[in-house]
């Protein structure tokens, strides 16, 4: 076929060139062979050269072919005919536009360009589709392999990179068609094959996900520039929307690709529309649909968030379409809709110079965004605050709404997820940190002023008010007002004229025209109308030569005569705009000037007194605003530290910096909040660890002022602020963070020397300052000991002097502080080194003995506190402790003993048992008790330490002592063996002469320490001779710290120490004692195991500080496998109700804890609901609801709800009472149920069949029914509906039977359920049940106090213990438990013996 002769016709496949469609279409001849191709194209190629581009027209199927057999031919091929083709068409764009210009062109030659135009671009662009397709393919096998050196091997195959090749044969493709290629068609329309041929390799390429990288931003911007290109020459906008609707919805790398093409198109290619089409395009999906294709909601919602940041203000025209989605199921969008309202209100609708449309446009945006921070979905409302964060950064958000957020922000405090609660603290912080109010957001200090400045603004209101109604009315509107009249009153004047003589108005000699222009007037404004006309006339005939009566004439017209009234009323100037303009200046007398002046002086005092009204009530919301922003801030502080130990690190580190921004601010309860975070130093979340250090960095570390002097004594203050009224937790945990800081040596060294300034009262201080600078040493001596080692003399010397009065509370702070120079909670430096020790004869020492010896006789409350404290400073540092504190107590003992005979002395004629005072008894058996507790300790930490220390050097000695010939591998490894396990033999030996000594030499006559045995145990068994509160405190702890010695002394002192512990009347005792009992569990188990019951039985103290202490103590025994734990463990369940909810917390907590311990929980579930549904010790149905709640939400193992559910059912059967019932019903209701679950409830229905007719029990099994329908399969829907059958028809069974009961049986015959029910009971008690016997309710066990509000009291009967009174004879002075009260069962418990310690 002639090339001038046919048609190409652009394909939709490649088969179709095969084919002949019509008349002088253009039809492949052959498809060449694969050897035939090389030589084929070198025709071409030949060709080329000859005839130019048109060469194609005879050589396109040797071209055809190599497209058909892409796959199989040779690369070099490939690349060769790649290259020829870009070579062609270059040639082709560069001839064509003289071809374009050719006026004298032929049809034949047009045409033969045309198809040659065509033909070209159909091969090349194929051959790149070709080209893309095999390197798709290739990136994901690379994929598969791991990726690595996948440029390397694409190059080796190919001999090119193709992603190098892309960008000039789009730049080709783009020059192509920025020529006036359309004249080669009919009529100048090119045809829209043509069009989709160059724009559909264009999203063809876009399809390839590394299209998005950062190495193919050439090739992006290749493709952006074609398209727009066919956007504006070619009419491509539908085409293009369609597609891009199109590739958002599959491919999702796509989104901010096509954003950055479309924004382009929008701004330099001028193609705004664009924009509309595609939004429009997107706003007409359907939401229902998008809420089943997330994919595609994925792309539409990241394209609209990005196109909006990038172009809101043409976006902006076409929000109205996007507001359906709002509506929709599809959180995606309804994100991408308010991001977009956001980034408009960011960049288009800011400022205070907005005009009104465009303001009520940002309201309506604001209005929505506030809306959707309750929208159902929790991504949403995070959304939104992380928007209204980025809003109040930027100082976009109007004052106006300042208020509304800020609740809104607070309100999300609350919300159930984790991540708003995060973006709400964030926004929070925004706000503090870009608030328009002021640096410090103290709402008392704001209230003072905010009070102060409305009591003024009321009083220029009320003053205002004043003048307003004591003001004249405008003359000129009254002048309006009374002209009817008073022409009515002239003309009744002027016909009757013997009016005027009876109201004679007479003009005296001596008044001047002022003044009777002065009466006038008022008689016009008191409406005396006649009486002004007349005084008028009279004027006009007395003054003919004074202004404004000289010009008149009495009879004159009326008309001349109202002017001169209404001149005289409203004052001169009104005559002079009217009359003489220029002149009247000088022809007016000063009296008349004055007035005329009068109005110009008043209006600009009238504006500044508005003005000034204006600006006090601009003040005033300005300190309303400020005060309630600040009360707002300040209720959020108290929600927000109670999210600061959630198990999230990301909400913890967010509260964190919150505290810190608020501290800066000024805001009170900020102080608050930064002494709660103290503990989390302690976190074992590096992240919340380093936040807590970074705060305190923050706020403490860099302080301001101009010398480094300056800033220490700031740091200082603030510190010390720390410690005012601080806990001891509180201290220990800033201690650890001051510790770091000096650590780290990021403590200057002026604030270690302003504290020894301090200290030594170089500087002026008060007593409290310089106690705290001692406590500020000691707490950096545990970073560098050398800080209070190097200047021990001098701290001796401050706090240890002999002086008076004596100051304990100083001197227990300098032995704080010593006792840190040889830290016990720091890793010692290795076993060869002894202990840091100072000889007996140091002075420390010396004053130490002073002190306490000397301040044993005076009742000082503070001397207690420091002889504990000195006691173990002397045990901790000194050679032989044991010795000094002997002396100590041989002083205070013989002290004691001369205050004795002298009060014997003086009682000998009374004949009365002399009385040693209280206090003096007191501080004995206190120190007794120091020292007791304090040499266990120094024998099984010191001794111990020291003699293992000896031991391992004494080993290494003897085995140096060995000839070195015998030494090789495999002896050294049997020698450590061999040595591992003398070693370990050695420490159980060791282990056991502590314990000997323990038990055998402590407490017998000997030892001083026996001595105080008697009296002790006299004044404990004998509360009513010792009935003093503080001595009865100092006696059970003294008694608890020696029965840590021994077991023999603990085992028989067992009943006494839970006797006190149950029947003392003091809160503090039984608290002291729950605290000892405790450690006497963890050192002697099996002695105290007997007594667990007892020790339950405090989580039911009436005292909140008892049962805080034992529920403290019972979590540490529990969780630390320390007591045995069945169902008892119901009475720390019973604390989740506490009315205190630190206590509540704390329960919580622990059962938090117990979760995590296998199936801890699930194991003491049956108990724990039989104990708490027993109706003679239980708990009240609600507290049992909130109870088991709580407790079955840690259930989550399919397996364990599974066992729980079948055993709930079987319970029912022996259950006893409607409430039990109910309870089970409860339970069931409150587990995580699967299918299986369903089953093996419905497998067990008979057991709770015919309880069904209770209507609680009723709506707790179709809970469960409703519960499973969410989310269930269709087989599980067919199982729910039988379950729900049979409730309803068992439902309605038992409600027939009630009214048949009432009606005719009149009560007397129980019906076949309730018999049923009967006999099950009685039953219960023959046998007990057969399914599980954790599940039989136990028999109520005697307990003694009980919490209100909780478990009935049952009264029972035991034995009276009476304690004795003054007048009771030492005999029946017995408090102990009798023999049938002591537990004879003991239950060893099989665990390593510890040394653990009350410390």
Known sequence: MSPQLFEFRLPLSPEELLKSGGVNQYVVQEVLSIRNLPSQLRAFQAAFRAQGPLAILE??????????????????????????LIKVVSRHSQELPAVLDDTTLSVSDRSAHLNALKMNCYALIRLLESFETMSSQTSLVDLGLGGKGRKSRAKAAHGFDWEEERQPILQLLTQLLQLEIRHLWNHSVIEEEFVSLVTGCCYRLLENPTISHQKNRPTREAITRLLGVALTRYNHMLSATVKIIQMLQHFEHLASVLVAAVSLWATDY???????????????KCPQELSRDPSGAKGFAAFLTELAERIPAILMSSMCILIDHLDGENYMMRNAVLAAMAEMVLQVLKGDQLEEAARDTRDQFLDTLQAHGHDVNSFVRSRV?????????????????????????VGRLADKSVLVCKNAIQLLASFLANNPFSCKLSDTDLAGPLQKETQKLQEMRAQR??????????????WEAMLPELESTLQQLLKLPQEEEEIPEEIANTETPEEVKGRIRRLLAKASYKRAIILTREAIGHFQKSEPFSQMDPEESKTRFLNLLGTIFKGPAASTQEKTPQG????????????????NVSEPEKSREKDELVKQEMLVQYLQDAYSFSRKITEAIGIISKMMYENTTTVVQEVIEFFVMVFQFGVPQALFGVRHMLPLIWSKEPGVREAVLNAYRQLYLNPKGDSARAKAQALIHNLSLLLVDASARTIQCLEEILCEFVQKDELRPAVTQLLWERATEKVACSPLERCSSIMLLGMMARGK????????????????????????????????????????????????????RLPQEHRLFERLRDMVTKGFVHSDPLWIPFKEVAVTLIY????????????????????????????????????DTPMLPTFLLMNLLSLAGDVALQQLVHLEQAVSGELCRRRVLREEQEHKTKNPKEKNTGSETTMEEEMGLVGATADDTEAELIRSICEMELLDGKQILAAFVPLLLKVCNNPGLYSNPELSVAASLALGKFCMISATFCDSQLRLLFTMLEKSSLPIVRSNLMVATGDLAIRFPNLVDPWTPHLYARLRDPAQQVRKTAGLVMSLLILKDMVKVKGQVSEMAV???????????????????????????????????????????????EPFHTIMKQLLSYITKDKQTETLVEKLCQRFRTARTERQYRDLAYCVSQLPLTERGLRKMLDSFDCFGDKLSDESIFSAFLSVVSKLRRGAKPEGKAILDEFEQKLRACHTRGLDAIEELESGQGGSQRAPSARKQSAASRHQHLAPAAWDNDFVTPEPRRTTRRHPNTRQPVSKKKSRIVFSSDESSEEELSAEMTEDETPKKTTPIRRAWTRRHRS
């Open 385 to 409: 605050l992380q928007l209204f964060t980025r809003i109040v950064q930027q100082k976009a958000l109007p004052l106006t709404r300042f208020q509304a957020v800020v609740a809104l922000a």
């Open 584 to 599: 009247s200046a000088e022809n007016m007398g000063p009296g008349q000037t004055d007035c005329r002046d009068k109005p």
């Open 270 to 284: 001028g193609m705004k529309s664009i924009v509309g089409e595609i939004v429009r395009e997107i706003g007409q």
């Open 1135 to 1181: 604390l989740l109700i506490d009315p205190v909810p630190h206590i509540a917390a704390l329960a919580k907590n622990f059962f938090n804890e117990l979760s995590h311990k296998g199936n801890a929980i699930y194991n003491l579930l049956p108990d724990i609901i039989s104990r708490l549904s027993d109706p003679e010790g239980g708990v009240e149905e």
């Open 785 to 836: 000991p050398e800080i209070v080692g190097s200047n021990l003399d001098t701290l001796v010397s401050i706090g240890l002097e002999e002086k008076l009065p004596q100051d304990y509370r100083l001197a227990q702070q300098v032995c704080h502080a010593i006792a840190n120079i040889s830290d016990r909670r720091k890793p010692s430096l290795g076993k060869r080194h002894p202990p840091f």
């Open 465 to 478: 008010r004043t003048a307003a109604t004591s003001a004249v009315l405008d003359p000129e509107e009254e």
């Open 59 to 84: 050589h396109f199927d040797t071209v055809y072919s190599i497209l058909h057999h892409f796959r199989s031919i040779d690369p070099g091929l490939k690349e060769d005919t790649l290259e020829f």
């Open 876 to 911: 901790q540092l000194a050679e032989g402790p044991e010795g000094i504190c002997a002396q100590i107590l041989q002083g205070c003992a013989k002290q004691a003993q001369e205050k004795l005979e002298e009060k014997s002395s003086t009682q000998e004629d009374l004949k």
